[in-house]
């Protein structure tokens, strides 16, 4: 099985930070996406669209497992959707797409949409006392 491991906040959002400092408490569900082997077989040279078939086929969803939603449609109208409900990225892949572990083909797409970074920034203020040199 190929998936991600995502870790919810307190108000049921995705978070990465939720992930970095888990505990037995964290609400962390490994959401499935594809599959590459089934009943003893490799099945990477099947296109996405059977691998999905046979995933859903093979998977029980519980709570800590789930099958990655798949969506149809614009990509763009989708990538808005996302960045409204506050989601950090997304996944495009083709679903004529065969599986090439450590290839960039261009099959599939990943789109960060929370690009930025946390820093500080500090000021200085002179005090009433005059430093001596």
């Keep these: 099985?190929?998936?991600?491991l995502v870790a919810f906040?307190?108000?049921?959002?995705?978070s990465?930070?939720?992930i970095q400092n888990a505990n037995p408490e964290t609400n962390i569900v490994f959401f499935?996406?594809?599959?590459?082997?089934?009943?003893?077989?490799?099945?990477?040279?099947?296109?996405l669209s059977e691998r999905l078939s046979l995933l859903q086929s093979a998977i029980v969803p519980s709570e800590?497992?789930?099958?990655?939603?798949?969506?149809?449609?614009?990509?763009n109208s989708f990538v808005t959707a996302v960045?409204?409900?506050g989601g950090e990225g997304v996944v495009a892949k083709r679903l004529t797409s065969r599986y090439e572990q450590?290839?960039?083909t261009g099959a599939w797409v990943k789109k960060r949409l929370n690009i930025g970074q946390e820093f500080v920034i500090g000021g200085?203020?002179?005090g009433s006392k005059e430093l001596m040199h």
């Design 124 to 126: 200085f203020t002179p």
């Design 1 to 4: 099985m190929d998936g991600e």
């Design 83 to 85: 960045r409204e409900m």
């Design 32 to 47: 499935v996406f594809d599959v590459l082997v089934n009943r003893w077989t490799d099945i990477k040279d099947l296109a």
């Design 16 to 18: 990465f930070n939720a």
């Design 64 to 75: 800590r497992v789930q099958l990655s939603e798949r969506f149809e449609g614009s990509v």
């Design 9 to 14: 906040d307190e108000s049921g959002h995705p």
């Design 102 to 104: 450590g290839k960039r």
